[in-house]
């Protein structure tokens, strides 16, 4: 399926295909608020990072699920990195 994403390292918006399947996603289903991390995916050698909200998944390079543990607390970390648009 076609979505937009943000990609921080060239500042702007793009448009990708990405599969979501349970072998390249993680989904957290428990949240406190909007801006709590829903999934992480590796994509192309990078990380895609959804919120809860209504706001663009962050295209990171160079990271992966396995890398941070699949952990919710270390993507939100690398989120808020990016976090400028």
């Known amino acids: 399926m076609e979505i937009t ?3 921080p ?3 702007r918006l793009e448009a990708i295909e990405v599969e979501y399947s349970p072998e390249n996603t993680t989904w957290f289903d428990n ?3 909007n801006s709590d991390i829903y999934m992480i ?5 990078g990380l895609l ?3 809860y909200d209504y706001s663009y998944p962050r295209y990171v390079y160079d990271i992966s699920r396995a890398e941070i ?3 919710r ?3 939100k970390e ?3 990195l990016y976090i400028d648009y």
């Not at 995916?41 to 050698?45: I, L, M, S, V």
């Open 5 to 7: 994403v943000y990609n």
């Open 9 to 11: 390292q060239k500042g």
């Open 31 to 33: 949240y406190t608020d």
């Open 41 to 45: 995916t590796d994509f192309e050698g």
């Open 49 to 51: 990072i959804k919120d």
């Open 69 to 71: 543990d699949y952990d």
């Open 73 to 75: 607390a270390k993507a």
């Open 78 to 80: 690398i989120a808020l």
